[in-house]
């Protein structure tokens, strides 16, 4: 069983973001960039898949610039066998995202595409339900416990309050959530062999008609500033500030 | 044109969250309908009903979407939309597991957690956990839109009296079995909704410490019990009571803060929040920035001493 893995490189979590001087988008010029941990959670449950012998291969997906290819090394390293850079420039929206995801899917054939639940960038948790339903497969999204045995994945899903357990019939298209796993340390000699494994580039057109409606970004903007707040001196003027402001009875 | 929310229902009923989608809805203009889903509704459609704001109440009642599997709810999604100029949801696990799917097979424009509503076409979303607020507009066409549900007042549950209209089912796509569902037992609020929430960070020591210290207050206050990415790492807490980025984003009325240092990632789940109040010993803790009111004490005093305070 092959195993695709979708994996977006995103502005390190540890980066504060700022919007640019034209606040037509936001600041990525020089900032660290990072393999999106979500994603980071997919491939380490692939790995495992992997190495506990239920997958054959793992191959590590990424659409972007040739810059790229610093997170599909990092996959590679992880354990990944090989890896393919959709080349293009263009900023790639979610459903186009998962268009692409659909054209690799059918030269590829995989049993089971794995991806984080959403790319800590955007935020928008949309491609890994989007790619399922244009390839009618079923999906489990904020996945965060992976069985795969007979052709069949049993899946652990954090939903609001709670989990569930659904059982999909392979092929299935299954996101990650950060409690799915550990993600690996990276030793140096797995970092040294990840440089002999196949990276392969293709150009996005290659791929066919991808495009799909798109949002356009109109400004983007740091949320109002919080005003500055009150150092209190006792428990009796913190109960009397918040029944003043109305947040206790 | 009209608007179609999608209606997600629970033990109790139809979520609170739901009502808030139709309110998004409402700001949006136009005849608002909500779809109905699930198997024995008969109660629930009355429920429905009588909630203000709403002009048709769509009921599919069939097994197949008793358990809400979005495989099986988007050729339901696919069949309605076009009769529509927006499909609204609250961008809830359900929702975000399902507007998507159906978004893709619509080639429709998608917009997820939507904090303000700008106009019929123009969008305001956090994006990089809150720390930046994106405005997008949508192209010409069918759009699909989850809000987030904390930033929308729910609309009311009377008052409204909306014709009911029996929809056919659309049958199940037999690759995905429903096994079963866990919903955490607890007297206490679900944190991503709840109006007060009380969180603490690894400095309370332990799971025993962390849960003795603090379940007293949070009964006390109704509150739901979050933690920091830290205080759950290290096991004191449950994963799902995690607050932050990489957590549950939450927007409650008052969040009270015990010895959580606030990293980034924490404050940018509770940025939201109306009125932020730190606790902590270390003066220098950046969570002292973005409070509205902080105490610098030990929280081993301070939260015994308010559990007191309110009960009076």
């Known amino acids: 069983m092959k195993i695709l893995v979708g994996i977006k490189r995103v502005v390190d979590y540890q980066v504060t973001v700022r919007s640019t001087a034209d606040g037509k988008g936001v600041e990525t010029a020089g900032v660290k960039m990072s393999i999106n941990p979500f994603d980071e959670n997919a491939l380490e449950a692939a790995v495992r898949l992997k190495e506990a012998g239920v997958a054959t291969e793992v191959l590590a997906v990424a659409i972007g610039s040739a810059a790229n290819q610093d997170v599909l090394r990092h996959a590679l390293a992880m354990g990944a066998d090989r890896a393919l850079l959709v080349e293009t420039d263009a900023v790639v929206q979610s459903l186009q995202t998962a268009k692409i995801y659909r054209a690799l899917v059918e030269r590829e054939a995989p049993q089971l595409v794995m991806s984080g639940k959403q790319a800590i960038d955007d935020d928008a948790a949309e491609t890994a339900q989007m790619l399922a339903a244009l390839l009618n497969w079923p999906q489990a999204t904020f996945a965060s416990n992976v069985q795969v045995a007979d052709g069949k994945a049993t899946v652990v899903r954090e939903i609001d309050g709670g989990q569930e357990t659904l059982l999909l019939a392979l092929p299935a298209v299954i996101s990650a959530d950060l409690r799915l796993n550990e993600p690996r340390f990276i030793k140096l000699p797995a970092l040294m062999m990840a440089k002999k494994k196949p990276l392969e580039t293709i150009a996005l057109a290659e791929l066919g008609n991808t495009a799909a409606p798109s949002l356009t970004l109109l400004n983007v903007a740091e949320p109002p500033a919080r005003k500055a707040g009150r150092i209190l001196n006792n428990v009796a003027e913190l109960v009397a500030a918040l029944r003043a402001e109305k947040v206790l009875p | ?312």
Do not use: C, W
């Open chain 2, 1 to 312: 044109m009209s608007i179609l929310v999608i209606a997600e229902i629970d033990s109790h009923g139809i979520k609170a969250a739901t009502r808030s989608a139709i309110t998004a809805a409402g700001q949006l203009g136009g005849d608002v309908h909500l779809l109905l889903t699930g198997s024995g509704l008969e109660g629930i459609a009355l429920q429905a009903k009588s909630i203000k704001g709403l002009s048709k109440i769509l009921l599919a009642d069939s097994a197949e979407y008793a358990h809400g599997i979005a495989e099986n709810l988007t050729p339901l999604l696919v069949k309605l939309a076009p009769g529509y100029s927006t499909v609204l949801a609250a961008a809830t696990s359900f929702g975000k597991n399902l507007l998507p799917r159906a978004a893709a097979l619509l080639d429709a424009a998608m917009v997820s957690e939507v904090t303000q509503i700008i106009g019929e076409r123009t969008f305001v979303r956090p994006i990089y956990a809150g720390n930046l607020n994106a405005t997008v507009a949508v192209p010409p066409g069918l759009a699909l839109i989850t809000v987030r549900p904390t930033v929308f007042e729910a609309a009311a549950e009377t008052g409204g009296d909306a014709a009911v209209e029996a929809i056919a089912a659309t049958g199940e796509l037999g690759k995905t079995q429903f096994i079963s569902r866990e919903l955490a037992v607890s007297d206490r609020p679900e944190l991503a909704t709840a109006k007060v929430v009380i969180s603490g960070g690894r400095s309370l020591g332990s799971k025993e410490i962390f849960h003795d210290t603090l379940a007293p207050l949070a009964a006390q206050l109704g509150a739901a019990i979050g933690a920091t990415r830290a205080a759950v790492d290290s096991g004191m807490a449950p994963n799902d009571a995690q607050v932050g980025q990489t957590g549950t984003v939450i927007a409650p009325d008052l969040y009270i803060a015990f010895g959580v240092s606030g990293a980034a990632q924490h404050v940018g789940g509770i940025k939201d929040a109306k009125v932020i109040v730190a606790v902590n010993h270390d003066a220098e803790a950046p969570i002292f920035k973005v409070a509205d009111y902080g105490l610098v004490a030990d929280l081993f005093d301070v939260v015994p001493e308010l559990t007191a305070a309110l009960k009076q």
